[in-house]
């Protein structure tokens, strides 16, 4: 499903579709998004159009549950965030069959 409208608001009276992004989930994760997705798409994109109208530029939105928050992108750039090798919930994607790119598969 996908589904856009007009935002002239955001681009100084220029016209600028904007577009569900369900198509795109479909593609990557392989099924359509859950309720959980389109929440957190829906906080996500009404934070950045906040930043926009403000003209606040050089942000990026982030989930910092319960909020969703504006990180300076200068704070982001050049740097990995690293997840623990024993994350239970890496455990739990591996056990369903998901790999990644690393040396552990199933079951690590």
């Given amino acids: 499903m996908t589904g856009g409208g007009d935002a002239p608001g955001l681009t100084g009276g ?3 579709l904007v577009s ?3 198509e795109g989930q479909r ?3 392989g099924g359509a ?3 959980f997705d389109r929440t957190l798409a829906t906080r996500l994109g ?3 159009v906040e930043l926009l109208l403000r003209g606040d530029f050089g942000h990026m939105v982030a989930n910092h549950p319960p909020d969703i928050v504006a990180v300076s992108l200068g704070d982001v750039v050049g740097k990995r ?3 623990a090798p024993d994350y239970d919930l890496l455990a739990t994607a591996r056990a369903l069959g998901v790999s990644f790119a690393d040396s552990g598969g199933p079951g690590l």
């Fill in 14 to 16: 220029r016209h600028a």
């Fill in 20 to 22: 569900a992004a369900a």
């Fill in 27 to 29: 593609e990557r994760l």
């Fill in 33 to 35: 998004p859950t309720a």
């Fill in 46 to 48: 009404g934070k950045a």
């Fill in 81 to 83: 965030k690293q997840v």
